[in-house]
Nanobody, 114 residues
């Protein structure tokens, strides 16, 4: 089973940017769709962005135009570029396939606050 390690989170002011990375322990080329999810305290985990093997990306409406997902099957990585961050983007961010597998990583904390 693939293992996923997320990194790149941190504390940023509103309007700032962060770039999250997800490294997989084996090839993600066999996974049709990879995705970034997030979970804020007291909330359910939600899918934020999704990208297929052909590069088709989709986003939840709240991040559309601000976040960009990409994947590099050769490097087994998935990236989430987050711009114009808002306090409501504060959450722990995870990557996984879509549909998700049981192989959740530890996530990376993103905190947007002044």
């Amino acid at each position: 089973q693939v293992q996923l390690v997320e990194s790149g989170g941190g504390l940023v002011q509103p309007g700032g940017s962060l770039r999250l990375s997800c490294a997989a322990s084996r090839s993600i080329g066999i996974i049709y769709a990879m995705a970034w999810y997030r979970q804020a305290p007291g909330n359910q985990r939600e899918l934020v962005a999704r990208i297929t093997n052909s590069g088709t990306a989709t986003y939840v409406s709240s991040v559309k135009g601000r976040f960009t997902i990409s994947r590099d099957n050769a490097k087994n990585t998935v990236t989430l570029q987050m711009n114009s961050l808002k306090p409501e983007d504060t959450a722990v961010y995870y990557c996984n396939g879509d549909p998700e597998s049981s192989a959740w990583g530890q996530g990376t904390q993103v905190t947007v606050s002044s």
